[in-house]
């Protein structure tokens, strides 16, 4: 183009933007920065547990007992600095304390909330639409869209979690909705045999509808604990090492529709592939040490750090200490996966590989059975 017409079409792009329209060519900048593959939003970053703790700690001693209010910090990744708030652009992660004979008051939003303790006590506990579920140590606790939520801690010692909401996400949406109960508590169910939690099981009642959506779940550590124990020393995949999904228990679908959680555990000496998926995710210490490569920053990692990886960045784990590492981590996986915009590099992990074979069927020709079979098994 001529430095006349150059001058021409940056006089009619005003023109038309003061009749509030803009030109495709306007996006062409944009279009050749999304070739390969979407611009990642924000940074790789870590919270240390020490900084964090001790910043909390400040927090309950300047806002005294939260009342209506959390006790919660959330963090901010140094890399987005417009938009909504948040760890990534779609997940906010946050660190809560609630104070010995405290009670946070009840409120219900359309963002999804998750829990998962740090310094938990059996006796403490989150009503989740009047289901009272117990905040022990490493527990995850789902606070389904819009299910009312008060916390309580009866005991005398404090109780600590890193939360986990889809705040970016649904405030990019414009669908944030907040409602506050009005009072302490909810009223939490006395009838035993009304609990959401009975119906999770393998068991359900006959005449009833199945309840699939907006479950108040609590997945308890020491079964957890026992599952990863029997998964022993097994590597899982190259690239996630041994990676187990928090599964909705009534359909075996994602956590939540907004977020997957996983609990991970590396093998001593579990040197993890990169990769990179369009998904952005926030992870969280339990156990153990290691490093996290994110593009191409080398952070090391101590129980209780906190941190984010972007969508669609390059990035690996590495446990080089003769101990396991695990951690908890929580996805926007669901998200993408719902709107075919699930995608990764170097090749698909999530969900691809066939479920383990049926042992000892013998493969001579007279066992032509693969019509029996569903479509993710093999013989
Ligand atoms: C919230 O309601 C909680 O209920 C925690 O514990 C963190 C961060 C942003 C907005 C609402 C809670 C939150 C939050």
């Not at 779609?90 to 998962?116: D, K, P």
């Not at 690996?316 to 996805?331: A, G, K, P, Q």
């Amino acid at each position: 183009m001529t430095t006349t017409e150059n001058e021409n079409l940056a006089s009619y792009d005003e023109a038309i933007r003061g009749d509030h329209m803009i030109g495709q060519w306007s996006f062409e900048p944009l279009l050749d920065a999304s070739i390969g593959g979407p611009i990642p939003a924000g940074v790789g970053h870590v919270w240390p547990w020490s900084m964090t703790r001790t910043r909390l700690q400040e927090a309950a001693d300047i806002l005294g007992p939260a009342g209506w209010g959390r006790t919660n910090l959330t963090f901010l990744n140094p890399g987005i600095t417009a938009g909504p708030p948040g760890s990534t652009h779609t997940l906010a992660a946050g660190i809560q304390i609630m104070r010995a004979r405290e009670v946070n008051w009840s409120h219900r939003h359309t963002m999804s909330a998750l829990r998962f303790v740090i310094d938990g006590n059996p006796e403490s506990f989150t009503v989740v639409d009047g289901e009272e579920l117990a905040m022990d140590t490493f527990d995850l606790l789902i606070t389904p869209r819009y299910s009312w939520h008060d916390h309580h801690n009866p005991t005398d010692d404090e109780v600590v979690w890193l939360d986990v909401l889809d705040l970016g996400l649904t405030l990019s949406l414009k669908q944030a909705i907040f409602e506050p109960f009005g009072d302490e508590s909810q009223p939490r169910r006395t009838d035993a045999a009304q609990s959401q939690g009975l119906r999770m099981k393998t068991l359900r009642p006959t005449w009833e509808r199945t309840r699939e959506s907006r479950l108040p779940v609590r997945y308890p550590w020491a079964e957890v604990r026992e599952i990863l124990d029997a998964y022993g020393t097994a590597e899982g995949n190259p690239y996630d090492g041994l990676s187990l999904r928090y599964t909705n228990p009534v359909t075996g679908g994602s956590t939540l529709p907004t977020m997957d959680c996983w609990i991970q555990q590396l093998v001593p000496g579990f040197n993890g592939r990169r990769h990179r998926r369009t998904s952005s995710s926030v992870g969280f210490v339990v156990s153990g040490h290691g490093k996290i490569e994110i593009e191409d920053v080398v952070f090391d990692l101590h129980p209780g750090d906190t941190f984010a990886i972007p969508n669609f960045t390059w990035h690996r784990l590495v446990n080089d200490t003769d101990e396991s590492l695990r951690i908890f981590s929580v996805h926007d996986i669901p998200v993408l996966q719902a709107l075919g915009l699930f995608y990764e590099e170097p090749h698909p992990i999530i969900g691809a590989q066939p479920a383990p074979a049926v042992p000892g069927i013998p493969k001579s020709p007279t066992h032509r059975i693969d019509a029996m079979l569903d479509k993710d098994e093999t013989r």
